[in-house]
């Protein structure tokens, strides 16, 4: 047990840490609200971009199906790329468009555009520039992620090729065959679709190979796992 003393410290103690004081402490304290729902990351944007953003981001991440945390984080990051080229043309459409604001005629507006390129050449090529990188970094993200879904594809068929073959030979050799105790992660349902897939595609095979008017001949076709 503590002490007395040592209670009456722990209580002042408490009362000295009651919450952020200072300015500063406020505004770290008030991030919190900041953080966006993909990552919890710090995304310092109004509410409403920010619901905009989150809705951006996690439709493009869903249409990758992604299905391991590296391909989540690519995914994100391509995702985020994707915003940030959509705010550059947007930023580059909108100081074209202060060019417009007193204008009204076409050529009026051409020449407008013209002295707002000219009056902003420096901005026009930064942004230019940030686009550039932008699409860089993208490409380069989406090159990953489909070496890293089609790598994970190929191993998946390996493994599932490896399943139906040692479920047949189990069959035949009146053995029950567990795909989880054999190390794979397929159940017995979904490895008896692949094999019934393969034998509809035996026959699909058999009868377009076939002469017209000569019927097929039999093929052998694999039993089932169970």
């Known amino acids: 047990m503590i002490s007395e003393k040592q209670l009456e410290a722990n ?11 200072s300015a500063t402490e406020k505004v770290n304290s008030s991030r919190n609200n900041l953080r966006h729902g993909l990552t919890g990351q710090i995304n310092i944007l ?3 971009d920010r619901e905009a953003h989150d809705t951006f981001c996690s439709e493009l991440i869903d249409s990758f199906k992604p299905e391991t945390p590296m391909e ?10 994707n915003w940030r080229l959509n705010r550059a043309r947007a930023i580059e459409n909108n100081m074209f468009a202060l060019g417009h604001e007193h204008e009204r005629r076409e050529l009026q507006l051409a020449l407008a555009d013209a002295r707002t390129f000219q009056d902003h050449a420096k901005e026009f090529n930064l942004l230019s520039i940030y686009e550039q990188r932008i699409n860089r970094t993208l490409h380069r993200n989406l090159q990953q992620l489909q070496a890293l879904q089609t790598e994970r594809r190929e191993q998946r ?8 073959l040692l479920a047949q030979a189990n069959l035949i050799n009146g053995i029950p065959f567990d795909p989880q105790q054999n190390g794979f992660v397929f159940s017995t349902a979904e490895i008896n679709r692949a094999i019934d897939r393969d034998n509809r595609l035996a026959e699909a095979r058999a009868l377009a190979s076939t002469a017209p008017n000569r019927p097929p001949a039999a093929k052998p076709l694999a039993a089932r796992a169970a």
């Open 11 to 21: 209580r002042r103690n408490a009362q000295r840490s009651c919450g952020p004081k």
């Open 72 to 81: 989540q984080q690519l995914s994100l990051a391509i995702a985020e790329d």
């Open 157 to 164: 068929e390996r493994s599932l090729e490896e399943a139906k």
């Open 46 to 48: 109004p509410t409403e």
